[in-house]
């Protein structure tokens, strides 16, 4: 079985500042791990995901995440926030290649002027 | 491309009614999946096809929630009789396989009364 836990469900940084939202995840098998923005009244839209290639993974709209398996931890980081980016963020976890996906409780990141 | 389309956008129904929900995927999406997304929750996989047939269906409450496929297209997600604690967002996911990239629609939110 697999979880994901979110840490803080609501994240305040200012326009400009370091964006940092926390996932840590449990799984029996390697695991693939995935990072979804969901804007208000819209659905889940993928930013990023890890499959056991690089550890450092790239997605969209600057967003990048690193996946770090002694901390069972897969961050989320921006360097520069920008309005745009308030939203919910949810990390997911599946055990193999499919779309059975496991979601943390999400994070909702609001961004100061 | 179109994307995955969902209705209705939102339902209010009171306790033990029935209601409905559409889903029609990506053309050419073999996998389709619904979602249940309580407010203040991460998504929860309820049950994922594959063309007509289930795949897993572990989590769907089953004496009342039922889903169908039948054409392997579009798929509908039934309730009945409704609990206030059906009250979520139901998101429908596609894919091309079941390791491809899921695309989310807006998902129906229901209000149960």
């Known amino acids: 079985a697999q979880s994901v836990t979110q840490l803080g469900s609501h994240v305040s940084v200012s326009e400009g500042a370091l964006v940092l939202l926390r996932c840590n995840y449990s799984s029996s098998v390697p695991p693939y791990l995935f990072w979804y923005v969901q804007y208000p009244n819209q659905g889940l839209q993928l930013l990023l995901k890890?499959?056991?290639?690089?550890?450092l993974v790239k997605g969209i709209n600057g967003f990048e995440a690193e996946f770090k398996k002694s901390e069972t931890s897969f961050h989320l980081t921006k360097p520069s926030a920008h309005m745009s980016d308030a939203a919910e963020y949810f990390c997911a976890v599946t055990p193999n290649a499919g779309n059975m996906l496991t979601f943390g409780g999400g994070t909702r990141l609001m961004v100061k002027p | 491309e179109a994307g995955v389309a969902q209705s209705p956008r939102y339902k209010i129904i009171e306790k033990r009614q029935s209601v409905a929900f559409w889903c029609n995927p990506i053309?050419?999406?073999?996998?389709l999946y619904w979602y249940q997304q309580i407010l203040g929750q991460g998504p929860k996989l309820l049950i994922q096809f594959q063309n007509n047939g289930v795949v897993d269906d572990s989590q769907l409450p089953k004496d009342r929630f039922s889903a169908e496929r039948l054409k392997g297209v579009d798929s509908t997600l039934k309730i009945q009789p409704a609990k206030l604690e059906d009250s979520a967002v139901y998101l429908c996911?596609?894919?091309?396989?079941?390791?491809?990239?899921?695309?989310f629609g807006q998902g129906t939110r229901l209000t149960v009364v």
């Open positions: 053309s050419g999406h073999a996998t």
């Open positions: 996911a596609s894919s091309l396989d079941r390791t491809g990239q899921a695309f």
């Open positions: 890890y499959t056991s290639a690089a550890t």
